[in-house]
């Protein structure tokens, strides 16, 4: 009981300065990075970038392929490079745009929790203090702008509870941000639908529920052109074959026990994956769960024991608590199927395609992770708040 009045005094003592401690926090975590990686960081992918942007801001060319697929940080990067400002100037950019972010995982999470601050500090302080997410505000990559569209949807979306047509307005405009983002981007436009759908299925009259059912069975072969247009310039049946978890690495590979069945030449692309599942279940089913642990775990070989032991005491508990939290009626229904969703979606794009050495793919939809896991903890600290209080009484 003791140490349980302890953690209220500390708690009250830090309502007061909490705000003023984040800020301060998130200010320090960007000096860290930028003083680690001696300002603007070039990594693998910053060359194609950079070049793409150049062509944008000398003539405003937009090259058409793969490139096209992250078309909004080229356009991004252009920005500055025209008003002469170069690496320094898209890092001074990318690091307002996730101080916005950041702001938006304060004020949605505060919102959700009915304006109490626990959660909405906690969920704050791992999206700054997570060493995976803050760091890429100083490299030359799409990673940043996207982590940080994705904070800055999860804040527009809370506040569509309650919503004005600005508010709507404003996060159509973050949905489409974030679809031209990255090739996944589409992925939270997706977990909105989602939630959109469940809400008119929970509707007393199925009319509009129905509707758009329908309207989506007529627009089917337009969403499957699309979806084939997304997957033309993956080459996902080599990284089948090659058993890849992760992207051109043979560790953890999965081997077949025997030929793999290979589909067709000129089979489209979707129908090429359709084909590969049909006539290799086992061997698929293998290497989707292997992606899958390579993407949740926070184990891949190439990080050190620290950073492994650090998802383990982190994560792997935050999986839990968020988990639970998409089961608590107190958080508003529509935003618990959104941000279960973005997880989910991003998840199973993994399994479908393959993971990456780092934790960029991971990075992005880790603010529904600890919005959720902060929110049940919350949520749980008030349960023992309150047997406290009647065991005084």
Known sequence: MRAFSLFQLLGQRLERHHRALLAALWVLVQLRFLWQFRGPHFANDSGRYLSYAANIAERFYFEPGHNLRYVLYPLFESLWLRLGLGWWGIVTGQIIVSALATRAVYRGTRRLAQGRWGAAALATFLFIAWPDIQQFNVFLLTESLFISLVALSFGAFTRLQFGTRRDWLGFFVLLILTALARPNGFLVALAAGLAGLDALRRRPDHRAWRAVLLGLVLLSPLLWRALNHQLATYYLMDTYQRGELIFRSPLWAVRQAAPLQMPPPGTGPAMRVIYFAAHNPLYLGRLMLGKLFVFVSYLKPHYSLPHRVLGVLVLWPGYWLAARATRRASIW?????????????????????VDDWDVRFLAPVLTAVFVLAALELEQLWRAVETRHFASRH
């Open 333 to 353: 229904r529509p935003v618990r199927v959104f941000l279960a969703a973005v997880f989910l979606l991003q998840a199973a794009i993994i399994t479908l395609t």
